[in-house]
């Protein structure tokens, strides 16, 4: 209504008091007081608005109407007797998620909200309608009955589920247990986040029962011996690496130890990764994943504008290439969809048939269709042409591909041609999948892991990495299928140094031919510090939050430190460099200053404030021109996601009871077969 004439509004008149408690009253007729027993207790918004607007007496003494509960999942507990019929869930289902299950059906006293049809809530951030349920009627199974909100302690941390990392409250419990996720909101800038499923259930795989827990040593007779202390323990790895040396001088050869690294670990745990391998001749690191694209502009490998809603809001045209942003970052599939109501804007897609809740054009599945668009002869072109502010969003696995280097070419053509990168906007996206992997193909240092690799070298040192990730698997089946006719391989030490299961068994010891294996029990993220940047350019901090239960754990910078010490003090190697460093904080900006010379800190410890991001824009070079000479595979691009909540790249979401029976539920939806559960 809008205010004229000197219109005076009263808010706090005898009138306004007694309207506020019928409407309490109104709710509170069917509404159950079982408030000692509800898992909403401490948190409930009809708590306090009775409490603050709420009448002490009633009048309604028949019986309270009883509603059946709905079964929405793994995830959703429901208690439909304590609805008050908001439509939150409702709204939220058909504007944020766009899979529109919940509906309300009935009429009057008989009015009911869940599914039209027997069926589970699908939606890969089906969670958040626990946050946004006023009361106890949606709530959460893995919380039910377990603690109130005056016994927790909350802290804040960042999202390992994807390369966002957004902001999210950790609750903690005796400063040990985790028994919650949510979204943080930051209400100075009027920021809210909705999480993924992933991020707001999977912290259980942190911390499974099968977790690498003690130092375990297993040599080829399968003799187990997980009694050791870190101190025998990096005693026994320096005498492995000195008779694998005295061994090897009388084959006139160099027997050298690979680090395999995936794309969560730290920064500075990647940095001092890098000096060790320029101090020690015999180490090597590797990454899991191949990556063949140029690393030279750091805006080919950064979300630039695609996250920005008021960048977003200004574009009229979207291109997605090989791309599920919907499994691989909801985050940007929610501000698609946001975007896509507003009107005003054409999605398309070189993709397979994906449901993005929203509509999209798909263009083909074949990108032959981008080399058509490049040289103009797609019906797509006018659109591009005549439409502001396009906007190209990729993701990393077509920058895996042994052809990626085209797709450099491709982009710079698009650019010359529709002025996509300017001063003002750039509009070239590149979505990561992984906590850290945007740092590490920034660095660009690391090359990935191949066959050669895994053959010559004398042992595998894995770090937060899965032994049987896709690469390593591809590795291991043509190492099995040149067996025969290659001579037999050089029995291999395996290093692990996880705080994930350990993968060791009889039969995985024939395929990688090992004699030797050494599990490391670290910390994992919240029971760590780290440093972290995610794919728009930003520097998270995740600090240490919980204490680890597990006495035999340490940092991963404890056990590369101690390691050291003990290579120094026992082996006598060719050393490439010398480093002497005073203390730790000297040491780290070392690092940071060596591997990222545009970024200098002054204060690394202390980067909780830390706000840097490169305003600079850089253009595309007039010498890289496309030819209709060049040649790549002309096939679809990889969805490597085909299960959300055990797939993808994190850690710990396949170790995790939560998203496995997700993934059950899932796999029970796209299956004509019928099997129990």
């Known amino acids: 209504m809008p205010i004229s004439n000197k219109m005076e509004i009263f808010t706090d008149s005898f009138l306004v008091k007694k309207a506020r408690e019928n409407i309490l009253e109104f709710l509170l007729l069917n509404h159950p007081l079982d408030c000692p027993i509800c898992d909403q207790g401490g948190e409930c918004d009809l708590q306090d608005q009775s409490l603050i607007f709420g009448t002490s007496k009633k009048r309604f003494y028949s019986y309270k109407r009883s509603v059946s509960n709905k079964n929405l999942g793994p995830i959703i507990k429901t208690v439909m007797t304590r609805c008050i019929h908001c439509t939150r869930c409702v709204r939220f289902a058909k504007e944020i998620s766009g899979n529109e299950d919940l509906g309300v059906f009935g009429r009057g006293y008989s009015m009911e909200i869940g599914t039209y049809i027997e069926k589970i809530f699908n939606s890969e951030i089906s969670g958040n309608v626990i946050d946004i349920c006023p009361v106890g009627a949606l709530t959460s199974k893995t919380y039910s009955f377990f603690d109130r909100t005056w016994e927790l302690t909350n802290v804040f941390s960042i999202d390992y589920s994807d390369s966002l990392n957004l902001d999210i409250k950790v609750s903690i419990k005796n400063d040990f247990f985790i028994t919650k996720i949510t979204p943080y909101f930051n209400q100075n800038k009027n920021i809210e986040n909705w999480i993924s499923d992933k991020t707001r259930f999977s912290f259980d795989g942190m911390f499974s029962l099968e977790r690498l827990s003690t130092l375990l040593l297993v040599n080829d007779n399968n ?38 690294i995936d794309h969560s670990i730290s920064i500075e745990l990647l940095n001092f990764l890098i000096l060790l391998e320029k101090k020690y001749a015999f ?37 997605l ?74 993701n990393t696995t077509l920058l895996e591909r ?13 650019n010359n041609k529709l002025k996509i990168n300017l001063n003002s906007w750039i509009g070239i996206n590149c979505i990561s999948s992984s906590l850290n992997e945007t740092n590490i193909n920034l660095i660009g240092l690391i090359k990935s892991l191949n066959l050669k690799d895994f053959i010559e070298c004398s042992g595998l040192y894995f770090i937060n990495s899965n032994i049987y990730s896709t690469n390593i698997v591809k590795i291991l089946e043509i190492k099995l299928l040149n067996y025969i006719k290659k001579e037999s391989y050089n029995s291999k030490y395996i290093i692990e140094q ?6 060791y068994n009889e039969k995985n010891n024939i395929k990688l031919n090992t004699n030797l294996y050494i599990g490391l029990p670290n910390l994992n993220l919240f029971e760590d510090s780290g440093l972290y940047q995610n794919a728009e350019g930003f520097f998270k901090k995740a600090i240490k939050i919980i204490s680890s239960k597990n006495k035999y754990a340490k ?36 690092v940071n200053y060596q591997t990222l010379p545009n970024i200098f800190f002054n204060n ?11 305003n600079k824009i850089i253009c595309f070079r007039n010498y890289l021109k496309y030819s209709p000479n060049k040649k790549f595979f002309q096939t679809k691009p990889i969805l490597f996601i085909d299960d959300f909540y055990i797939g993808g790249n994190d850690l710990y979401s396949r170790f995790s009871k939560v998203m496995i029976s997700c993934s059950k539920y899932l796999r029970l939806l796209s299956t004509n077969f019928v099997y129990k559960i």
């Open 223 to 260: 003799y187990f011996n997980n009694s050791k202390t870190w101190k025998q323990m990096f005693k026994e790895i320096t005498l492995i690496l000195y008779f694998q040396r005295h061994f090897y001088k009388h084959l006139f050869k160099l027997p050298y130890i690979i680090v395999i």
């Open 283 to 319: 180490i090597k690191i590797k990454k899991v994943n191949n990556f063949f694209t140029s690393q030279d502009l750091d805006t080919n490998l950064l979300i630039n504008s695609a996250n920005n809603k008021s960048k977003l809001n200004l574009s009229s045209i979207i291109l």
């Open 321 to 394: 290439i090989g791309l599920n942003s919907r499994l691989e970052s909801s985050t940007i599939n929610i501000k698609l969809k946001q975007r896509f109501l507003k009107g005003n804007l054409k999605i398309f897609t070189i993709n397979s048939l994906i449901d993005f809740t929203f509509p999209v054009t798909n263009l083909g599945s074949n990108l032959n269709v981008l080399k058509n668009i490049i040289e103009g002869t797609d019906i797509v072109c006018q659109e591009l042409k005549l439409r502001k502010n396009p906007i190209l969003i990729y």
């Open 402 to 414: 042994y052809d990626s280097h085209i797709f450099n070419l491709f982009f710079n053509t698009l």
């Open 498 to 503: 996880n705080n994930i299961l350990s993968k």
């Open 555 to 590: 940092s991963n910078w404890h056990i590369l430190r101690r390691l050291s010490l003990y290579l120094d003090q026992n082996l006598i190697l060719e050393k490439k460099i010398s480093l002497n460093f005073k203390n730790y904080l000297t040491f780290l900006k070392y």
């Open 604 to 614: 690394l410890i202390n980067v909780n404030n830390l706000n840097i991001k490169s």
